[in-house]
């Protein structure tokens, strides 16, 4: 994401200066994936090698996105946005250690008959863990393909029954400063917040990720617990989830409140839609290198036949 106004952000975060700090985090990640220098600098201590994380058991491999090429390890886990831990795309990998993950609880409210709160040991063993290869996409056109493990979010959904006043589902990321830094700046409105349509919510292909390449989420990818939401811009993946309510009417949400004409609150990937800055048609594809060829991105990601009637009537250039 890149961000246009706020009076207290330093300039080296803002565009031209963000192209730079994009570059280095690349540069830092290519090393990482031993392009070139071996892994520098302290990303290398913070960030465990895949194989040395917590593995999670009894995990079921889907046929979602087999034949896809995975993302690289190394990139997946030191290339990420997390503005909680810094607005650099190294800064996460580097600062997401003071997030403590254990005891965790999610507390899941609102237009429902059973609210309450769940776990997240709970979490890792009531729901049956699904391997699935899903692309992510974001707005500043570069994608990335990662073996996710997750469960379909309905399946959490549908055990706090929502009434059926609820037609939006609204979650909430952490907020505490003393272990996300980043949140003592107003660089954001804390806490990051995002939202679905409930059949959005509900469909098979939107999952609750708890973690990847077969391990538990580092932290920096949003551990414990984070949505994945394969047919829409990234930044509709929330991390590090604390709060699920069911609500009536289209909820506020974290980059559509903060710049409406650049995030709409769907954020369905769609080529024939620009984001007001830059063109969404094409996209380079992360561990491929910064100049490297770009490929035409399809709606939906790639998606579009698993959910492009969940939008038959809407005009995609007014609800983008
Ligand atoms: N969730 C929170 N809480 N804070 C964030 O800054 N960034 C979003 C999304 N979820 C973000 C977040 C954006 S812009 C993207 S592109 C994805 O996380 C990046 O996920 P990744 O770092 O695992 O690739």
């Given at each position: 994401m890149l961000i246009r106004r706020h009076g207290?952000?330093?300039?080296?975060?803002?565009?031209?200066?963000?192209?730079?700090?994009?570059r280095r985090a690349f540069l830092k990640a290519a090393a990482a994936a031993g392009v070139g220098a071996a892994l520098s600098g302290p990303a290398a201590a913070l960030?465990?090698?895949a194989g040395q994380r917590d593995a999670i058991a009894g995990v079921v491999e889907t046929p979602h996105g087999r034949g896809?090429?995975?993302?690289?390890?190394?990139f997946v886990?030191?290339?990420?946005?997390?503005?909680?831990?810094?607005t650099d795309k190294?800064?996460?990998?580097?600062?997401?250690?003071?997030?403590?993950?254990?005891?965790?609880?999610v507390v899941v409210d609102g237009e429902c008959e059973a609210p309450g709160e769940i776990g997240i040991e709970d979490i890792l063993t009531g729901f049956t863990q699904e391997e699935r290869i899903y692309r992510l996409r974001c707005v500043e056109a570069w994608a990335?393909?990662?073996?996710?493990i997750g469960f379909p979010l309905g399946d959490l959904l549908r055990r706090f029954k929502p009434t059926s006043r609820a037609n939006y589902v609204r979650f909430e990321t952490l907020l505490d400063p003393e272990q996300m830094p980043g949140q003592r700046r107003a660089i954001l409105d804390w806490?990051?917040?995002?939202?679905?349509?409930?059949?959005?919510?509900?469909?098979?292909?939107?999952?609750?990720?708890?973690?990847?390449?077969?391990?538990v989420l580092p932290n920096q990818n949003g551990a414990p617990l984070r949505l994945v939401v394969p047919w829409k811009y990234g930044f509709k993946s929330i991390k590090s989830i604390v709060r699920i309510s069911f609500v009536h009417g289209v909820p506020e949400t974290t980059?559509?409140?903060?710049?409406?004409?650049?995030?709409?609150?769907?954020?369905?990937?769609?080529?024939?839609?620009?984001?007001p800055r830059w063109s969404q048609a094409r996209h380079r594809v992360l561990g491929e290198g910064l100049f490297s060829r770009k490929h035409e991105t399809p709606m939906f990601n790639g998606y579009a036949d698993q959910v492009a009637h969940l939008y038959k009537d809407m005009d995609l250039r007014k609800f983008y």
């Open positions: 207290d952000i330093r300039s080296s975060e803002i565009t031209p200066a963000d192209v730079y700090a994009q960030v465990a090698p896809l090429e995975l993302t690289d390890y190394e886990t030191q290339y990420n946005n997390f503005y909680e831990f810094g190294a800064d996460p990998a580097e600062n997401a250690h003071t997030l403590r993950t254990r005891p965790w609880n990335m393909v990662v073996p996710w806490p990051y917040r995002e939202g679905l349509r409930m059949d959005e919510a509900m469909h098979p292909l939107t999952i609750l990720a708890t973690g990847l390449y077969g391990e980059w559509w409140r903060m710049a409406p004409d650049e995030y709409g609150f769907y954020a369905n990937v769609n080529p024939s839609v620009d984001h």
